[in-house]
């Protein structure tokens, strides 16, 4: 079992090199499902470009570097558990249908749900430290994330399920 963090520095470096290493497992995953819904809305919505998932990425390496981090592959179990999750229901990806869709607008849910809750504990680290560049960096990619989620949600209530509900 890891140590908890000494102080709040620690734990600022410790979630930023976190969210890097699951954005990195997270843009695979994204790409799949991309490549695996059947509607065309919710792949494009969680594309790696329309999710931004490349530029927060970027971002997270820039506050990495100027932490005078290294990037780590180490991921929470959270993290772990809803990319292993999400690739499964990626399985059969020749086999689409509007319930496969749900399942797959789930799992983005419950990821986006997790990077947000992580990032609005870093944007209040960030503050807390008075880490300027890094509050607004934080609060950037928690906006892209709430906006992708928002559409997801309008995909969900508009798209996806008065679909299944007419199976």
């Known amino acids: ?22 954005d990195k497992k997270y843009l695979k995953c994204y790409e799949t ?10 792949s494009h919505t969680l594309s790696p470009e329309q999710t931004n998932l490349e530029s927060h990425m970027s971002k997270l390496s820039l506050l990495i570097d ?9 991921t929470q179990v959270l993290d772990d558990q809803l990319y292993t999750e999400a690739m499964d229901c990626c399985g059969f990806a020749k086999q689409k249908s509007i319930l496969k869709d749900i399942q797959l607008l789930h799992c983005a849910q419950q990821i986006l ?4 809750i992580r990032l609005e504990s870093l944007y209040l680290t960030a503050k ?8 607004n960096l934080i609060h950037e990619i928690k906006a892209d994330h709430k906006q992708t989620y928002s559409e997801l949600l309008e995909i969900a209530q508009h798209k996806l ?4 509900h007419q199976i």
């Open 128 to 135: 807390e430290l008075k880490k300027e560049q890094a509050v």
């Open 161 to 164: 399920y008065p679909l299944a």
């Open 1 to 22: 079992m890891k140590t908890p963090p000494l102080n709040l520095i620690e734990l600022f470096n410790s979630t930023v090199a976190g969210l890097y290493a699951a």
């Open 33 to 42: 499902i991309a490549k695996t819904a059947m509607s065309a809305e919710l």
């Open 113 to 116: 749900q997790s990077k947000i």
């Open 66 to 74: 100027l932490q005078g981090l290294k990037t780590s592959r180490i």
